[in-house]
């Protein structure tokens, strides 16, 4: 055999042996959470009573309705609100508010009225940047009406390494959406 085909001979097999080395995956991405039921809890100031409302779908998307609570407060009134997330697809249920608050610098909880009137709502909460996690939060009521309340819990990992959560809704998706009636009623 000549110089030249075993130099051939050669180069070909390290093309196929560095051509058949397997490429590492790419890291995986952080996945969004199964959340089933969206619990939130109205504390009117100047009283310990609590509300509680609740948005279910257990069986998930495509499957059966969800059942939701028609929300009912008072109008012009101060009121602490807290959300939690659940994923009762599991026996026990998972409260997934633990894992948000762990992973505060990758969520934000959005709670959004239908009309600006409704409503305010200032987050109380901070993550380790400064930026609101809304999972505790101030909401106050405006004058008497009906609309909706929607609560959206957006997941916003680092890209490349990089945060992204920037105290907006922009970034990121949802891990839940949902919305709720709202009366205001006196």
């Known amino acids: 055999m000549s110089l030249f085909h075993t130099r051939l001979i050669i180069l070909l097999g390290l093309v196929l042996t ?9 890291a995986p991405e952080d996945e969004n959470e199964l959340i089933t039921t969206v619990r939130l809890k109205f504390t ?3 009283t310990t009573t609590t509300q509680t409302f609740e948005w279910k779908d257990l069986d998930g998307d495509g499957g059966a ?20 997330f659940l994923d009762e697809s599991k026996t026990p249920a998972e409260n997934k508010t633990s894992e ?5 610098d990758e969520h934000l909880v959005v709670v959004t009225p239908s009309a600006s009137s409704l409503f305010t ?13 809304g999972l505790a939060g ?3 009521t405006g ?26 809704a922009t970034p ?3 891990d839940a959406n949902v919305t709720f009636p709202l009366t205001l009623v006196p």
């Open 18 to 26: 560095l051509g058949s080395c397997k490429k590492e995956d790419p």
């Open 44 to 46: 009117e100031n100047g």
């Open 65 to 84: 309705a969800p059942t939701i609570s028609s929300i009912s407060l008072r109008p012009s009134r101060t009121y602490k609100l807290e959300v939690e």
């Open 100 to 104: 948000i608050l762990r992973e505060a």
């Open 121 to 133: 709502y200032t987050a109380t909460d901070k993550d380790s940047r400064n930026f609101p996690i």
């Open 138 to 140: 101030t909401l106050v």
């Open 143 to 168: 004058a008497a009406s009906t609309g909706t309340i929607k609560v959206q819990l957006r997941h916003q990992p680092p890209v490349n390494g990089q945060p992204v959560k920037d105290g907006t």
């Open 172 to 174: 990121g998706s949802d």
